[in-house]
């Protein structure tokens, strides 16, 4: 049993799962990235509710939401992690899996604090809706992250997570990966939504996503509406020409708004404990 706050512990236990060679393109990663994201972007700043802290997608309120479709797998690769640490809550495991799985992918190191708490009350969950639709455009984008205390230029740096993993059919309905080596953090994918011609295509479900077919990797590969959207916005494209020309700039930026994702909605006091309790305004201490 390791000792209670060996948090260089948690992150080898993490780091050692990451390997999974049935599943996806063969690593746990990318979904572990897409739990911290998820489990934190129910942030309401105006309300003060919502945030990592609560780890509410335990509950089917939360866990039901078809935007968290897939999601159960990303918890179920990290049950083992909580067994062999028990003394870690769920909303400090869920974004340092994030925060490790992007570094041990070749991303950038991010800061982070522990100290959230599993405490929630389950008839005060976030309502559903408040994470983005993949089939929308930029208006939608801005109305999802301002409320979260985003910026343009931190929407972009944000989505560049779509360097990591897929789409599936039976979650979201869309099918595919961005990049063709999905498990390897860059900014490949700012570099491919500008040099690629996208053409629109219906899958069978209906849904309509943008592809082109990459000959070297003999894949199609795809971006959401949400994606090319970055593109045609005036005030998102200079952000992505930016992050497609310097690697290292988008490395950083990703880091420090990654960082405050996490840390949404989490109020912590002189030595950097937390101070808030719950995921709704006014937990135990206010
Ligand atoms: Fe995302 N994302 N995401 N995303 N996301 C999907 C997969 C992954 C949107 C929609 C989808 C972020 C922003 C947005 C990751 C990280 C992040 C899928 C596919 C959809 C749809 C799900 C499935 O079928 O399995 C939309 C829309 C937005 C937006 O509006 C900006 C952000 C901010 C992050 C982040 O991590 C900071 C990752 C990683 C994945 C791959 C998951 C996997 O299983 O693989």
Redesign the pocket.
């Known amino acids: 049993m390791s000792t209670t706050g060996d948090y260089t512990s948690v992150r080898a236990a993490i780091a050692s799962l990451l390997k999974q060679p049935e599943y996806?393109d063969g690593s746990a990663g990318?979904?572990l990235?897409?739990l911290?994201?998820h489990s934190a972007?129910t942030y309401d700043a105006s309300t003060d509710t919502g945030g990592s802290n609560g780890a509410g997608m335990r509950y089917e309120a939360e866990g039901g939401d078809p935007a968290n479709?897939?999601l159960q797998h990303a918890r179920v690769f990290l049950e083992p992690v909580k067994a062999s640490h028990p003394w870690i809550t769920y909303s400090d495991l869920w974004t340092l899996a994030?925060v490790e799985a992007v570094k041990q992918m070749g991303g950038p190191e991010i800061p982070w604090w522990p100290g959230r708490t599993d405490y929630v009350d389950d008839s005060k969950l976030p309502p559903r809706g408040r994470l983005?639709?993949?089939a929308l455009g930029g208006d939608?984008?801005r109305h999802?992250?301002y409320r979260m205390g985003f910026n343009d230029q931190e929407?972009v740096a944000?989505?560049g997570?779509?360097n990591?993993?897929?789409?599936?059919a039976d979650?979201?309905?869309?099918d595919g990966a961005w990049v063709n080596n999905?498990t390897r953090f860059s900014n490949t994918y700012f570099k491919l939504m500008l040099e690629r011609e996208w053409r629109e295509k219906v899958l069978d479900n209906g849904v309509r996503q943008y592809v082109y077919y990459d000959e070297d990797a003999e894949e199609e590969l795809m971006m959401?509406p949400?994606d090319l959207a970055l593109t045609t916005d005036k005030a998102f494209r200079p952000w992505v020409e930016l992050y497609a020309k310097d690697k290292e700039r988008f490395f950083g930026d990703f880091s420090r708004v990654?960082s405050k994702?996490m840390e949404l909605g989490i109020r912590r006091g002189e030595k950097g404990e937390v101070v808030n309790t719950d995921n709704v305004r006014g937990g135990y201490v206010s």
């Open positions: 996806d990318p979904v990235v897409r911290a994201w972007g479709a897939g994030g983005p639709d993949g939608h984008l999802i992250f929407i944000l989505s997570a779509h990591l993993g897929r789409c599936h979650r979201s309905g869309f999905p959401l949400t990654f994702l």
